[in-house]
């Protein structure tokens, strides 16, 4: 096994894309008996560094078709989805509290990870703002001031930027991003190639 | 049946995913006993008035992506693909020659078109160039002055044009866009639910 033997799924928490991939992505791998390395970042960042637009923002056809194609997408993955009121926010509250949480859980943080994506993608929340983020850390049993207190510690705050920085270095451009044993695949229409690459070790 | 009860293949032959789409699009649709209507556009008209960027030129790390996937794409698909030694170029005397053999007889239209896409995406001719165009059509027993004269006509110049206006006019913004019944769909990565929504009739 060499160092790129792993799977890792980038993901930003406002991307609905990740969102669809985040709902399938460990049901495939577990098929190959693989686990995901979770790493959510600033997509803003990385279209920044690559100069890419924002999808849904910056070409008019484009940001129209493309709100009809997550939709149907989603239906064509059974996966619940429901545009929300709030398009797009910031995803920094949500990114620090999953370094932090992974430092102590990897489980939890996973938890926390899909509470988050659905409480925007399914339940239309605001999930920039930190009391909705740590009503969902409530939830799930995460103690409120530890969270709030943990993101804003520098070494979180460090943590996001660093994943951010690495996964554009490891040629991320867009989300979701996914590293398979160091082949890269981008969006969650190339679930399906990554099915075959994890059956077949690469085609 | 509506206006819109038809399936539009929308495709520029510069397009990469347009060849591998091209490759796969009438076969999916026979499954449901349906036809497609071949729409060669200039799909750099398309980009201009929907304000994108050329995939592979424009964002070096996701062109260097894109070279990787489309390959990936090929072989996931089973679609013979060699990236040819000049790209992109012109494909105006295609297109025009497309229309012209579409007014007389659509199944010779159809032959030409995959002569043009294979030969620039398998053998690596430069099919912007007129000698090579008309090489193509001879081998399809096409009359090489005939074809010449052709295309050089105001009304196949503007038929290129309206066609292309028509299909931004209809929302496409990138290459292959398929209409599907009024349904659009952007990519040879969504010939999966183009399939669902044909056999299905929508979902």
């Known amino acids: 096994m060499t160092e790129e033997s792993d799977i890792r799924f980038y993901f930003d928490f406002s991307s609905p894309y990740s969102y669809l991939a985040s709902e399938r992505i460990d049901d495939l791998a577990a098929k190959y008996r693989r686990k995901v390395k979770w790493r959510p970042v600033m997509l803003g960042a990385a279209i920044k560094a690559t100069s890419g637009l924002p999808l849904l923002l910056s070409v008019p056809l484009k940001g129209e078709y493309s709100k009809r194609d997550i939709e149907r997408s989603a239906r064509f993955m059974g996966v619940p989805y ?28 996973r938890e926390f990870a899909h509470a988050v994506f659905r409480a925007y993608w399914v339940d239309g929340r605001d999930i920039g703002e930190l009391p909705v983020v740590l009503e969902i850390a409530d939830k799930l049993g995460i103690d409120r001031a530890a969270f709030a207190a943990a993101i804003a510690t520098p070494e979180i705050k460090d943590r996001v930027k660093q994943e951010t920085d690495a996964a554009i270095a490891g040629g991320m451009f867009g989300a979701p991003f996914f590293s398979v044993d160091g082949e890269r695949f981008w969006g969650a229409d190339r679930l399906p190639q990554i099915d075959r690459w994890l059956e077949t070790g690469g085609f």
Chains 1, 2 share one sequence.
């Open 82 to 109: 429901t545009f929300p009121p709030k398009f797009p926010l910031a995803t920094l509250i949500a990114a620090r509290g999953y370094y932090w949480l992974h430092g102590q859980d990897c489980d939890k943080a």
